[in-house]
T-cell receptor, first 113, second 113 residues
Framework: RKEVEQDPGPFNVPEGATVAFNCTYS??????FFWYRQDCRKEPKLLMS???SGNEDGRFTAQLNRASQYISLLIRDSKLSDSATYLC??????????????FGTGTRLTIIP | DVKVTQSSRYLVKRTGEKVFLECVQD?????MFWYRQDPGLGLRLIYF???????EKGDIPEGYSVSREKKERFSLILESASTNQTSMYLC????????????FGSGTRLTVV
């Protein structure tokens, strides 16, 4: 089983629609969770952290279900500029407070005008 | 803003050459990481370092070594480049104790011919 597994995609979604990505992780001891965004030929950039209570940042909502070891990202009212690859990222193996992250392979999202 | 700078955006090297990829961060981060990113495989951790002169193997260290002589600089070395090391290489850094994910450099696309 992969340590971090994401929806394979690609997702092709009309502008204005709502889209959801899912991700599962294998290490029940993981403490930190993130969604990163990566544009074509660019480096990954932090989109948002994911907290146990769920968190929202504008049109983006992230949810964490520890019991099912499951993370989700919801994008409402999608914009053309949301087209990117979204990476699910989970902390594996902390060492003296230094987190080491494992990345999912990413889900490609294309917003269609 | 934290800046992580990778010395080259594109590199072309010959098989058997020794290759140095340099990464410098300017925000006094303790932790630095080298990943490679390949289509369908996502980001895979090569080596990481939590302190000066300290290094640990990641998931795919074979064929690579690293050097961290100064806190701000983390170098990745390909001892004898091979065609299967053609990839996008990404350096990242993070702060111990206040974990907000990683900040990535813009990447080095290495082609080995």
């Amino acid at each position: 089983r992969k340590e971090v597994e994401q929806d394979p995609g690609p997702f092709n979604v009309p502008e204005g629609a709502t889209v959801a990505f899912n991700c599962t992780y294998s290490n029940s001891a993981s403490q930190s969770f993130f969604w990163y965004r990566q544009d074509c030929r660019k480096e990954p950039k932090l989109l948002m952290s994911v907290y146990s209570s769920g968190n929202e940042d504008g049109r983006f909502t992230a949810q964490l279900n520890r019991a099912s070891q499951y993370i989700s990202l919801l994008i409402r009212d999608s914009k053309l500029s949301d087209s990117a690859t979204y990476l699910c990222v989970v902390e594996f193996g902390s060492n003296f407070g230094n987190e080491k992250l494992t990345f999912g392979t990413g889900t490609r999202l294309t917003i269609i005008p | 803003d934290v800046k992580v700078t990778q010395s080259s955006r594109y590199l072309v090297k010959r098989t058997g050459e020794k290759v140095f990829l340099e990464c410098v961060q300017d925000m006094d981060h303790e932790n630095m990481f080298w990943y490679r990113q390949d289509p369908g495989l996502g980001l895979r951790l090569i080596y990481f370092s939590y302190d000066v002169k300290m290094k640990e193997k990641g998931d795919i260290p074979e064929g690579y070594s690293v050097s961290r002589e100064k806190k701000e600089r983390f170098s990745l070395i390909l001892e004898s480049a091979s065609t299967n090391q053609t990839s996008m290489y990404l350096c990242a850094s993070s702060l111990t104790g206040q974990f907000y994910g990683y900040t990535f450099g813009s990447g080095t696309r290495l082609t080995v011919v």
